[in-house]
């Protein structure tokens, strides 16, 4: 899910880099989009984004119906049990990479260079042209707006209440000491992802709205023209709160789980320690590590010394050989 996310900002990132960081929007101004971009932009910017944010959603869905059977059903709990994991993910993926396809295949933009200025023409697939251009943008847009957008939030409300009552329901049993120990880890990870959920659907319900009324507004005309500009700053906002809400999830990671905290710890800094002592196996503790490094320098010095004192010797019982030789 967090591979998702990350590239569903990612793969737009040559295409902002270059319009806005490098100022391409100026070079488009004045002469027209390059046959690159103009080819690209809409694969970088549209398609690649919305595959990637359509699985993390799905996962995300995933993730919480797995974890309410985990923790309410002992007979899920069976690795035997039911397909696994792996090809869930697997198939979540293709499916929204799937899902994308028509609207891939359904217009593509070729580059015209007309009075020394370049275009970006836009061409429809001839399918498209048979079923009506409106007809079928709109029932794509319907179609994601269902099966993207409102179905999973109204999933993720559902497993997010339902895991919410059971953990509630639990906690006022009384178990051994044990049992405690392990509903209490049970609890503690089904908060986190309980918390990771309500974040998740702080940013996504917003964007249900907006995509309801914008594909509303494509069928009905209910939005005047002038006031449409509001819908389009709320989608921006909409994406900046969706990168807002990462550094959130993070730190509900570090705050809530222990062994988040530790790979956390091993990935940023045992891979550095790893490096500085030269293949050394990864310590815990600094005082451990440090002992480990002198203890390396001492075998480089002994090794170094060693080697010094044998070409020495080697150079001792040369020189008598050499002195013999020119006598004779």
Same mark, same amino acid.
């Given at each position: 899910?967090?591979?998702?996310?990350?590239?569903?900002?990612?793969?737009?990132?040559?295409?902002?880099?270059?319009?806005?960081?490098?100022?391409?929007?100026?070079? &488009?101004?004045?002469?027209?989009?390059?046959?690159?971009?103009?080819?690209?932009?809409?694969?970088? /910017?549209?398609?690649?984004?919305?595959?990637?944010?359509?699985?993390?959603?799905?996962?995300?869905?995933?993730?919480?119906?797995?974890?309410?059977?985990?923790?309410?059903?002992?007979? #899920?709990?069976?690795?035997?049990?039911?397909? *696994?994991?792996? =090809?869930?993910?697997?198939?979540?993926?293709f499916a929204?990479?799937?899902?994308?396809?028509?609207?891939?295949? /359904?217009?593509?933009?070729?580059?015209?260079?007309?009075?020394?200025?370049?275009?970006?023409?836009?061409?429809?697939?001839?399918?498209?042209l048979d079923?009506?251009?409106?007809?079928?943008?709109?029932?794509?847009?319907?179609?994601?707006?269902?099966?993207?957008?409102?179905?999973?939030?109204?999933?993720?409300?559902?497993?997010?209440?339902?895991?919410?009552?059971?953990?509630?329901?639990?906690?006022?049993?009384?178990?051994? *000491?044990?049992?405690?120990?392990?509903? /209490?880890? #049970?609890?503690?990870t089904s908060?986190?992802?309980?918390?990771?959920?309500?974040?998740?659907?702080?940013?996504? =319900?917003?964007?249900?709205? =907006? *995509?309801?009324?914008?594909?509303?507004?494509?069928?009905?005309?209910?939005?005047?023209?002038?006031?449409?500009?509001?819908?389009?700053?709320?989608?921006?906002?909409?994406?900046?709160?969706?990168?807002?809400?990462?550094?959130?999830?993070?730190?509900?990671?570090?705050?809530?789980?222990?062994?988040?905290?530790?790979?956390?710890?091993?990935?940023?800094?045992?891979?550095?320690?790893? =490096?500085?002592?030269?293949?050394?196996?990864?310590?815990?503790?600094?005082?451990?590590?440090?002992?480990? #490094?002198?203890?390396?320098?001492?075998?480089?010095?002994?090794?170094?010394?060693?080697?010094?004192?044998?070409?020495?010797?080697?150079?001792?019982?040369?020189?008598?050989?050499?002195? &013999?030789?020119? /006598?004779?």
């Amino acid at each position: 899910m967090a591979v998702t996310e990350m590239f569903t900002g990612l793969v737009s990132f040559p295409w902002l880099l270059y319009y806005y960081t490098l100022k391409g929007y100026e070079e &488009d101004m004045n002469y027209g989009m390059p046959a690159f971009w103009c080819k690209t932009y809409p694969y970088l /910017s549209e398609n690649l984004p919305r595959v990637f944010h359509t699985a993390a959603i799905w996962l995300s869905v995933l993730l919480a119906v797995r974890r309410y059977c985990t923790v309410s059903t002992i007979k #899920l709990r069976s690795p035997q049990k039911g397909l *696994s994991t792996e =090809i869930m993910i697997s198939a979540v993926c293709f499916a929204a990479a799937m899902l994308e396809v028509p609207l891939v295949f /359904s217009r593509w933009n070729v580059p015209v260079v007309r009075n020394n200025r370049r275009y970006c023409v836009q061409n429809l697939a001839k399918w498209v042209l048979d079923i009506g251009p409106n007809t079928f943008f709109t029932t794509a847009i319907w179609f994601h707006v269902v099966f993207v957008y409102a179905g999973p939030c109204v999933l993720l409300v559902i497993y997010s209440a339902l895991l919410m009552n059971f953990i509630r329901s639990q906690a006022k049993r009384r178990f051994s *000491s044990c049992v405690i120990r392990h509903q /209490s880890r #049970l609890h503690s990870t089904s908060k986190m992802l309980v918390i990771i959920i309500c974040i998740f659907l702080v940013t996504e =319900i917003p964007a249900v709205v =907006i *995509s309801t009324m914008h594909v509303l507004h494509m069928t009905f005309r209910i939005i005047p023209v002038h006031r449409y500009r509001a819908m389009n700053i709320a989608m921006i906002l909409r994406n900046v709160f969706i990168i807002a809400s990462h550094p959130f999830n993070f730190l509900v990671y570090l705050n809530m789980s222990e062994q988040f905290r530790k790979v956390a710890y091993q990935w940023f800094f045992g891979r550095i320690l790893s =490096i500085v002592e030269l293949g050394a196996p990864c310590c815990r503790s600094w005082k451990i590590y440090q002992q480990h #490094l002198s203890t390396r320098l001492i075998d480089l010095r002994d090794m170094q010394m060693r080697q010094s004192i044998t070409v020495k010797e080697a150079a001792s019982l040369a020189e008598p050989a050499i002195s &013999d030789a020119d /006598s004779d």
